[in-house]
């Protein structure tokens, strides 16, 4: 009986906000969670692709097919014609923490201002393999009059292209400098490289710092230094004046508006690197420690995930061909009736969505 009584006790405490000796008020994992996966369109779905892209600051792009899920993921499952919105009116390009993301334009305009100073590590990697930068910088220029597939300047630099594009390398550091961004299509074979010498006149560093703790908030400042790769101490500059704030484990997290009335959604599909999984310092907010080497894995990969209420339940992957998708499923515990019906259900409509078949969802212990 008095474990019973422990145990809801300590639910009942988890789920509210509660005073310390000092009058300050407290914020209980849950709620910074719910408000978090409610800012990010996860809970109620946001209004379109660019939307998404906007709120989010870019979603992360290493893998195609799970951006495009992670993208889809924040939209209404009936939305018409997602990926080609998404086609037409976003680039792809790197910017925070030097990685390839989807962008709305001109967030990744912004983002390379903000982020200027910073060094970049094809700068060193050139000039070590013996390259002539501004050369071969100005040689990609000149080729870019016109719109060209990645595999065409890959071609045109001939021998010395595996070097200037090893782990895009030359694509990088220009695309961070803001000049250069690449465009995807549903049925293209490969993307189209453009460069851009339009220039932003105005600072917009306040606004990317108000996007990211309205979309990523509760959140912290080494949150956000580990958002755009900067130190604490660089983003201890910024003002944060105008933002609530309230603490969890004597840390002080900022946001703009708090809902202490949202409720975890039962089940929460995510894929690989979702903006919840790489925009925060403190992963302990979002997984259990125990299970953090599932998510976060060797050579800086992070799985596809599936929470329920909150808890990490899940892992998930996919095989896709050319006109077919498999999706396979490995859990702590088994899902039962009702909660496999809607993984499957989000699955059928994602490779609807895709112009694919879905041809099997297995399950498996993890």
Request: hydrophobic fraction near 40%; glycine fraction near 4%; aromatic fraction near 14%.
């Amino acid at each position: 009986m008095k474990k019973k009584l422990f145990n809801l006790l300590n639910s009942f405490f988890d789920i509210i906000n509660i005073v310390d000796s000092e009058g300050n008020s407290l914020l209980s994992q849950k709620i910074i969670l719910c408000n978090r996966l409610s800012n990010q369109g996860l809970i109620e779905p946001l209004s379109s692709p660019l939307d998404v892209l906007h709120k989010t600051l870019g979603i992360q792009a290493q893998y195609i097919n799970h951006a495009l899920f992670n993208i889809y993921n924040r939209l209404p499952q009936s939305y018409p014609f997602a990926f080609k919105e998404l086609a037409d009116t976003s680039i792809l390009a790197w910017g925070q923490r030097q990685t390839y993301h989807f962008y709305d334009y001109k967030d990744w305009k912004n983002i390379c201002q903000l982020l200027s100073k910073q060094s970049l590590w094809p700068q060193k990697f050139l000039s070590d393999q013996g390259i002539d930068l501004d050369q071969h910088s100005a040689l990609l220029e000149e080729l870019l009059q016109e719109p060209l597939s990645r595999t065409a300047i890959l071609e045109a630099f001939g021998e010395k292209g595996k070097t200037l594009f090893q782990w895009s390398a030359l694509f990088l550091l220009h695309s961070r400098q803001g000049h250069l961004y690449h465009k995807w299509a549903i049925d293209a074979k490969d993307r189209l490289v453009f460069w851009d010498q339009e220039t932003i006149i105005a600072s917009q560093k306040q606004s990317l710092i108000d996007t990211y703790f309205k979309a990523y908030g509760p959140a912290t400042l080494s949150d956000l230094g580990h958002f755009l790769g900067m130190s604490k101490t660089e983003v201890g500059h910024f003002d944060l004046s105008h933002f609530q704030q309230i603490t969890y484990k004597n840390k002080i997290f900022y946001y703009h508006e708090l809902n202490e009335q949202l409720c975890l959604p039962k089940l929460l599909i995510l894929g690989k690197f979702d903006p919840l999984l790489v925009s925060y310092h403190d992963k302990e907010i979002i997984i259990d420690p125990k299970y953090h080497s599932l998510v976060w894995k060797k050579a800086g990969q992070i799985a596809a995930i599936i929470l329920k209420e909150g808890q990490f339940q899940a892992t998930w992957t996919f095989r896709k061909s050319t006109s077919s998708i498999s999706f396979s499923v490995s859990s702590l515990t088994e899902f039962n009736k009702s909660e496999k019906a809607y993984i499957e259900k989000s699955f059928l409509a994602f490779s609807s969505q895709m112009g694919l078949t879905c041809q099997k969802i297995t399950y498996q212990n993890l």
